[in-house]
Nanobody, 114 residues
């Protein structure tokens, strides 16, 4: 299974970006997909997840600003609005196909300038 994240870039505070993550190599849809991020000098942290049933969950720091979604081809999206400098990080997508069957994309850099 391969995941490819894209859509990162440089944006000013208050701006928006939309991240995408395409998945390939599986004949099954993923059980859950998510976005995580890692800021310089910090550990990777949870951002948002979505289940096969469409249930979503968000980190408190992004609630009301970010929206996770998926389409029928199992492409994951993360719409990020009202971006803040503290959102600056490498964003990674994740897809879970079963127990101990997680896959990660390589990450896309988001830089928010003040």
């Amino acid at each position: 299974v391969q995941l490819q994240a894209s859509g990162g870039g440089l944006v000013r505070a208050g701006g928006s970006l939309r991240l995408s993550c395409t998945t390939s190599g599986s004949t099954f849809r993923f059980i859950a997909g998510g976005w995580y991020r890692q800021a310089p000098g910090k550990q990777r942290e949870f951002v948002a997840t979505i289940t096969s049933g469409g249930k979503t969950n968000y980190a408190d720091s992004v609630k009301g600003r970010f929206t996770i979604s998926r389409d029928s081809r199992d492409t994951l999206y993360l719409q990020m609005n009202s971006l803040k400098p503290e959102d600056t990080a490498v964003y990674y997508c994740n897809a879970r196909y079963g127990v101990l069957n997680d896959h990660w994309g390589k990450g896309t850099l988001v830089t928010v300038s003040s």
